[in-house]
């Protein structure tokens, strides 16, 4: 009976930091990170995140609109309808160019947004895929090319700069976003077993506390016949 009572003590302790270092782990790996971002060309921030593996970096322009009318999309914005030609997507709306260039460790690259891909409430969300020199505005390559930058792991410090913004977009303020390695739906990295904790994060940690509990009600029960014992001797 001790010998099970300290292995159950033990491996809850185990479990239990496990768990946190996972945990920890988890919130690296899906750490979102945004700032403000006036569109205007030669404007510059910089964003700072900390990222648990390599990967490359998206990036995603986030505007504030009514809700949409899907029957008339914004031309400034673009629409997400398009056709595949071949490896490569052609819009029909494209939305006014915007081409940001990106620095990272003594590196660079260019990136433009794609049509608005996703709405939320008052929202709307343009991609960003690298960019390729004399492209058409209508085109964009499908799969997307292989990403000129690759982020390493550990405090990253990015330089952003507005290299073209269209004319009905000049002068907006919008939310640039650095999008997470891991997400729900997707990661770009090996992140093993995290992507499960999207769905169990909350039960494991409940059956850790029940057992954590149950642990507590057994050490009391035995504390209890060691002191009844000492008092009967």
């Given at each position: 009976?001790?010998?099970?009572?300290?292995?159950?003590?033990?491996l809850?302790?185990?479990?239990s930091?496990?768990?946190?270092?996972?945990?920890?782990?988890?919130?690296?790996?899906?750490?979102?990170v945004?700032?403000?971002?006036?569109?205007?060309?030669?404007t510059?921030?910089?964003?700072?995140?900390?990222?648990?593996?390599?990967?490359r970096?998206?990036?995603?322009l986030?505007?504030?609109?009514?809700?949409?009318d899907?029957?008339?999309?914004?031309?400034?914005?673009?629409n997400?309808?398009?056709?595949?030609?071949?490896?490569?997507?052609?819009?029909?709306t494209?939305?006014?160019?915007?081409?940001?260039?990106?620095?990272?460790?003594g590196?660079?690259?260019?990136?433009?947004?794609?049509?608005?891909?996703?709405h939320?409430?008052?929202?709307v969300?343009?991609?960003?895929?690298?960019?390729?020199?004399?492209a058409?505005p209508?085109?964009?390559?499908?799969?997307?090319?292989?990403p000129?930058?690759?982020?390493?792991?550990?405090?990253?410090?990015?330089?952003?700069t507005?290299?073209?913004?269209?004319?009905?977009?000049?002068?907006?303020?919008?939310?640039?976003?650095?999008?997470?390695?891991?997400q729900?739906?997707?990661?770009?990295?090996?992140?093993?077993?995290?992507?499960?904790?999207?769905f169990?994060?909350?039960?494991?940690?409940?059956l850790?506390?029940?057992?954590?509990v149950?642990?507590?009600?057994?050490?009391?029960?035995?504390?209890?016949?060691?002191w009844r014992?000492?008092?009967?001797?």
């Amino acid at each position: 009976m001790r010998i099970a009572f300290w292995f159950n003590w033990l491996l809850l302790i185990s479990l239990s930091i496990g768990l946190a270092l996972s945990l920890a782990d988890f919130r690296t790996a899906t750490h979102y990170v945004s700032a403000p971002l006036l569109l205007q060309p030669g404007t510059q921030l910089t964003l700072e995140t900390e990222r648990l593996l390599p990967g490359r970096p998206q990036l995603s322009l986030t505007f504030r609109r009514p809700p949409p009318d899907y029957d008339q999309p914004d031309p400034v914005l673009g629409n997400w309808q398009n056709s595949q030609y071949d490896g490569f997507l052609r819009f029909r709306t494209p939305g006014e160019p915007i081409r940001l260039k990106v620095e990272h460790d003594g590196r660079h690259a260019l990136y433009r947004a794609m049509p608005v891909s996703s709405h939320g409430a008052g929202e709307v969300t343009r991609e960003f895929t690298p960019d390729e020199p004399g492209a058409s505005p209508t085109d964009f390559r499908w799969p997307p090319p292989a990403p000129p930058l690759t982020l390493g792991a550990g405090t990253l410090r990015l330089k952003i700069t507005v290299v073209e913004a269209g004319p009905g977009l000049r002068g907006e303020t919008a939310t640039l976003g650095l999008v997470p390695g891991l997400q729900m739906k997707m990661a770009d990295a090996d992140y093993g077993w995290l992507p499960l904790l999207f769905f169990v994060k909350q039960g494991l940690q409940l059956l850790l506390a029940l057992y954590a509990v149950l642990m507590l009600a057994w050490s009391w029960h035995r504390g209890r016949a060691w002191w009844r014992a000492r008092a009967e001797s």
